[in-house]
């Protein structure tokens, strides 16, 4: 997932797009599209209605704008809530960037926050909304596609919401970790067609949640190419204690 850090969501989460949403929309798509001429590839494999989660790789900070971008409906995504809460013209520029493309905003937290982001998720597919999500959890750096998380597969199924697998390709070329200004680079978005995971099994069970976010991850990398990491994205052990537990207790991943 892409919030493993993340708390409860903004209480907007599930309300209908405002005006700023829909002035955004209006000026941001085609200057974009004008400027970056993105490659959209399967654009009809989006359900026009319903609740559906759009599971992405993950490759720089400007994936989370790419695809609400070139989506043909509303996408939702959680987002820290230190883009909405500034103050000053900067503050509001934020604001009102996050807003028009679908950001929700989420508190930081610890513990429980992983969880409390997952219901988050939920409420917004139980509103019948289009969810984008990172199961790899956060970027990567070097390029290959990382072990999915199964919280991905957990909404799928506790929500019965279909997965449309998307691909990016170029966009860390076009703004590269640690870049400012995106680049002039033209990226491609792959909508692939949406899988049904139901036949894994209820989410209460680890195995169908395993098994569920696997067929995610290998229809990504059909889309993508990515050469494939067999191990989770995530930082090294801060310390000897965090190796035992990595090692012993190996916690699912969320």
Do not use: C
């Not at 909404?155 to 200004?181: K, Q, R």
């Amino acid at each position: 997932m892409s919030f493993p850090q993340t708390g409860v969501a903004d209480e907007n989460a599930t309300t209908a797009p405002g005006l700023v949403y829909h002035l955004g929309r209006a000026v941001l798509m085609p200057v974009v599209r004008l400027v970056y001429r993105p490659r959209v590839l399967g654009r009809s494999n989006v359900p026009k209605s319903g609740r559906v989660i759009l599971a992405s790789n993950h490759l720089s900070f400007i994936d989370s704008i790419a695809i609400p971008v070139v989506a043909p409906r509303r996408v939702q995504f959680l987002a820290k809530s230190s883009y909405f809460d500034g103050t000053g013209a900067k503050g509001w520029l934020s604001r009102t960037f996050f807003t028009s493309i679908g950001a929700v905003a989420v508190e930081r937290g610890a513990g429980a926050a992983a969880t409390e982001a997952l219901e988050a998720g939920k409420g917004i597919l139980e509103n019948e909304s289009a969810f984008a999500i990172y199961p790899e959890g956060t970027r990567s750096l070097d390029g290959r596609l990382y072990k999915g998380r199964t919280g991905v597969a957990w909404l799928a199924l506790s929500t019965g919401a279909p997965v449309v697998p998307v691909g990016l390709i170029g966009t860390d070329e076009l703004m590269p970790v640690g870049s400012t200004v995106p680049k002039l680079k033209r990226v491609t978005v792959i909508f692939g067609e949406p899988l049904d995971l139901s036949s894994h099994g209820p989410a209460t069970s680890g195995k169908a949640r395993r098994h569920a976010t696997d067929e995610i991850m290998a229809a990504i990398h059909a889309l993508t190419g990515q050469e494939r990491a067999d191990a989770y994205n995530e930082a090294p052990p801060a310390d000897t204690m965090e190796k035992i537990k990595r090692a012993v207790l190996r916690p699912e991943r969320v």
